[in-house]
C-alpha cells in the first residue's frame, strides 16, 4: 500500500463522487488533467485504486487519447487552430511555420521543452481566423511571416503574455 501523501489525498479529493468500474474512469482522467495539466504515474495509480481498476487498464486509457499528457507541459503552450475558416485561410501554412521554428510536429513539445505545439478546435471566434491560442489567448489574422516571427520569440524565450497582435491587426500600420 504506498504511503498517504499530500498529493495523494489531493488526488482523491479530485475523485469525489465517481464510482467503482470504468464508467467514469475518463472522467477521472479529465478532472486529473484539467487541474495538473497532466496525468502522473502516482495520479493514475490513485485513478486505479479509487475506481478499482488495474493500474494498466488506467495506463492504457491515458495513453489512448492523445489529448492527455503523461508528463507535465512545457510553460508555453501554443494551440493551432484546425477549423474550417482558419483552413480557408492558411491555417495549414501557419502549422508549417510554427513546426519549423519550434523544430516539432504538431501534438509535440519543442525539443528545448519551452514550448507545446497542440491541435486546437474552432472556438467561435472565427473572425480572427487564421488563428492560434497562446495560453489560451486567442493570436489571429496570422500571417506566415507572422507565425514565424512570434514562434522565434517564443523560442527566445520572451514572454508570451506580451506577444501577440491587437484584433484589428491586418498587416499595415507598423510603420517600418
Ligand atoms: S475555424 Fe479557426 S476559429 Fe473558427
Known amino acids: 500500500m504506498p504511503l498517504e501523501t499530500e498529493a495523494r489525498a489531493e488526488l482523491r479529493a479530485l475523485l469525489d463522487g465517481l464510482r467503482p468500474d470504468d464508467g467514469d474512469l475518463l472522467e477521472a482522467l ?9 496525468i502522473s504515474r502516482e495520479a493514475m495509480e490513485v485513478v486505479a485504486e479509487r475506481l478499482r481498476l488495474t493500474p494498466a487498464h488506467v495506463y492504457g486509457a491515458t495513453t489512448y487519447y492523445a489529448d492527455f499528457r503523461t508528463t507535465p507541459p512545457p510553460p508555453v503552450t501554443v494551440a493551432w487552430c484546425s477549423g474550417p475558416a482558419c483552413r480557408l485561410r492558411n491555417a495549414n501554412g501557419i502549422r508549417a511555420a510554427f513546426e519549423a521554428v519550434f523544430d516539432c510536429a504538431l501534438g509535440e513539445d519543442s525539443p528545448d521543452g519551452r514550448v507545446a ?43 508570451p503574455e506580451t506577444l501577440g497582435w491587437p484584433d484589428d491587426a491586418s498587416g499595415d500600420g507598423a510603420g517600418g
Open 117 to 159: 505545439f497542440t491541435l486546437g478546435q474552432c472556438n467561435g471566434t472565427c473572425e480572427q481566423a487564421p488563428q492560434v491560442w497562446l495560453q489560451e489567448r486567442v493570436v489571429g489574422k496570422l500571417t506566415a511571416a507572422r507565425a514565424v516571427e512570434l514562434a522565434r520569440a517564443l523560442r527566445e524565450g520572451e514572454d
Open 30 to 38: 479529465h478532472r486529473i488533467h484539467h487541474r495538473y495539466g497532466h
